[in-house]
């Protein structure tokens, strides 16, 4: 090695023995200390207020309690603003009314198309079978008989002018012998000349009748009965369809208007009972807090936002708690997963709170979490005993020390002093002719910056410390 080099080296040198440690393996006290915040909370008791709505969602506080304030049985806590909700009741209530009579109506409309249906079908069946007889007895019969009816009556008034033409030459022969025509005999032959000329106006107008009862009436008629025999089996069919189905709709109806009234008795007792959500009284004597108590959190960073006049707390989730004076404290704590694992059931410590260190409390371990919550942490449940001159207040935090771990007589180094390599945690272990050499060790628990051996050293040895520090897991 060249003298340059050697003065390169020489604080690199320098440094790192500046840097090494010596330690003598002794026995000493070997103890962890864990240290964790609590909050007294109620162990049970505690009144959540939720709104819990069947329908209504708008709940607009209008009345509110002061946070941590005390109050008696019966005094409210929070209410909301009814207007909204009262007149929707009204309305539903006269629509109810409303459908109700519908209801009623359309039942009896029901009954009687019921009842009546029958009857308009027969007489809907009469009238189609009266008018298919009139138009065949007509076809068949009739028709037949009236025309010739109607030309036996043109013949007879044909007789009727033939024979008063016959009588009045009979007359006019016989009183033409006569030199002298006498005044009777004139009235006579006048008198018959009329019944001449009225037979030849009747028979004038009974051939008018005639061929218009041929050409007209009776061609008329056909039309008529046949299409009144037509639209009588059209109104039969279509009835027949109609008829039933209009039953069928009414009951659709009915049942439409049916529906419509539960819904609407269902709406509103729904409405009825969240009115009755409208205001929370506290049950007994107690506190009040903003925002819920529960698994023993209090959690008011998302509540307290809507709790304040005109705020409206969001529904189905707790918002507030109500806290009996009779509830019991106790201390919870949410832990990291080293101190959860290192903390067992019935270890005692002490709760210090902040402003009053001169208060000692006893606590002890009740219930560790067997496993962690959402955010990875691990409940604890703490049992306490409260001073008798001491009362805390629901929310109070407490810094907590216990000891999870105690060897009277133990071997321990600083962490700084182990290393690790493929063969396992070591140290450096200085000989009795000044060199060193890799030792292998057994680790224990771990205390700040100082780790357990529990194998590969013995009192009165000397290692040396290094920079690293692996921080081996206990």
């Known amino acids: 090695m060249t003298r340059l080099t050697v003065l390169y080296l020489l604080p690199v040198l320098l440094a790192a023995v500046a840097r090494a440690r010596e330690i003598a393996i002794e026995q000493r006290p070997f103890t962890i200390e864990k240290s964790f915040v609590a909050t007294a909370l109620p162990d049970n008791g505690c009144v959540l207020l939720q709104i819990e709505p069947k329908s209504w969602a708008d709940f607009q506080i209008i009345e509110l309690?002061?946070?941590?304030?005390?109050?008696?049985?019966?005094?409210?806590?929070?209410?909301?603003?009814?207007?909204?909700?009262d007149k929707k009741i009204a309305d539903i209530r006269l629509s109810l009314d409303a459908n109700t009579l519908t209801l009623a109506q359309a039942e009896l409309d029901l009954k009687h198309l019921q009842e009546t249906a029958p009857h308009q079908l027969d007489a809907l069946r009469r009238a189609a079978e009266i008018a298919k007889e009139e138009n065949g007895y007509f076809t068949k019969t009739r028709r037949k008989a009236t025309e010739e009816t109607a030309a036996h009556g043109l013949e007879r008034k044909k007789q009727l002018l033939s024979n008063q033409q016959e009588e009045l030459r009979q007359l006019t022969k016989m009183y033409a012998?006569?030199?002298?025509?006498?005044?009777?005999?004139?009235?006579?032959?006048?008198?018959?000349?009329?019944?001449?000329?009225?037979?030849?106006?009747?028979?004038?107008?009974?051939?008018?009748?005639?061929?218009?009862?041929?050409?007209?009436?009776?061609?008329?008629?056909?039309?008529t009965l046949a299409d009144k025999e037509r639209d009588a089996a059209i109104c039969l069919l279509k009835a027949q369809e109609d008829i039933p189905r209009s039953i069928k709709l009414h009951k659709l109806e009915l049942e439409t208007f049916k529906t419509t009234c539960q819904r609407d008795k269902e709406t509103l007792a729904k409405l009825e009972a969240d009115r009755t959500r409208f205001t929370f009284k506290a049950p007994a004597d107690g506190w009040f807090y903003h925002g819920p108590i529960e698994n023993g959190r209090w959690n008011p960073a998302e509540?307290?936002?809507?709790?304040?006049?005109?705020?409206?707390?969001?529904?189905?989730?707790?918002?507030?708690?109500?806290?009996?004076?009779?509830?019991?404290?106790?201390?919870?704590?949410?832990?990291?997963?080293?101190?959860?694992?290192?903390?067992?059931?019935?270890?005692?410590?002490?709760?210090?709170?902040?402003?009053?260190e001169d208060i000692e409390i006893s606590v002890k371990i009740a219930k560790i979490a067997a496993a962690p919550a959402p955010?990875?942490?691990?409940?604890?449940?703490?049992?306490?005993?409260?001073?008798?001159?001491?009362?805390?207040?629901?929310?109070?935090?407490?810094?907590i020390?216990?000891?999870?771990?105690?060897?009277?007589?133990?071997?321990?180094?600083p962490t700084k002093a182990l290393a690790y390599d493929p063969k396992g945690w070591n140290v450096e272990v200085k000989l009795a002719d000044g060199k060193t050499e890799r030792r292998p060790v057994k680790c224990g628990r771990v205390s700040k910056e100082d780790i357990e051996i529990l194998s590969g050293l013995e009192v009165g040895q000397v290692i040396l410390t290094s920079g690293d520090d692996p921080k081996p897991k206990s």
């Not at 946070?67 to 009814?82: E, I, M, Q, W």
């Not at 106006?201 to 009974?206: A, P």
């Not at 918002?319 to 067992?344: G, H, Y």
């Not at 020390?401 to 180094?413: E, L, V």
């Open 375 to 399: 955010d990875g942490t691990y409940r604890a449940d703490l049992s306490v005993t409260w001073p008798k001159d001491f009362t805390p207040i629901p929310g109070t935090s407490a810094q």
């Open 65 to 85: 309690a002061a946070h941590g304030s005390r109050v008696a049985k019966g005094d409210t806590l929070v209410s909301f603003d009814p207007e909204t909700i």
């Open 177 to 223: 012998a006569d030199d002298l025509t006498e005044d009777t005999e004139e009235i006579i032959l006048t008198r018959q000349k009329d019944a001449v000329a009225t037979a030849e106006f009747m028979l004038r107008m009974e051939t008018l009748d005639y061929k218009r009862t041929l050409e007209v009436i009776l061609p008329r008629e056909v039309v």
């Open 401 to 413: 020390r216990m000891i999870s771990y105690h060897q009277q007589a133990a071997i321990a180094i």
């Open 303 to 356: 509540a307290v936002k809507a709790l304040v006049i005109h705020g409206r707390p969001v529904v189905n989730r707790p918002f507030a708690t109500f806290m009996p004076a009779s509830t019991k404290l106790v201390l919870s704590a949410f832990l990291e997963e080293a101190a959860a694992r290192s903390l067992k059931p019935d270890i005692a410590g002490t709760a210090i709170l902040a402003g009053r």
